[in-house]
């Protein structure tokens, strides 16, 4: 897994952020560090599922979501969401 800086480091967040999108996304200009981290996070696990996590249906906060992910990603393992695979929302 890459080396995705959390919200708690917000300085190396920002920087691995900017590095790949720029500056000029609204989470970024008002260090909203949750959806920055979870951006980065969503594209790592693209790179290795193929698929991106959702947050329609999401119950955890941003933060709570990220921290699976990383689990996900640590584990080679797929996240569950709890839907249903073909379900439509």
Same mark, same amino acid.
């Given at each position: ?19 790949? /999108?720029g ?5 970024y ?16 696990? /693209?790179?290795?599922?193929?698929? /991106? ?37």
């Amino acid at each position: 897994m890459k080396n995705i800086p959390t919200a708690k480091e917000p300085k190396k967040l920002k920087a691995a952020y900017k590095e790949a /999108y720029g500056d000029s996304a609204y989470d970024y200009q008002h260090d909203n560090y949750d959806a920055l981290e979870l951006r980065l996070l969503n594209d790592a696990y /693209y790179e290795m599922f193929g698929d /991106y996590v959702g947050t329609m249906c999401l119950s955890l906060s941003l933060a709570e979501l990220n921290l699976e992910i990383r689990k996900s990603l640590e584990s080679n393992t797929p996240y569950n969401d709890g839907v249903p695979y073909g379900a439509l929302i």
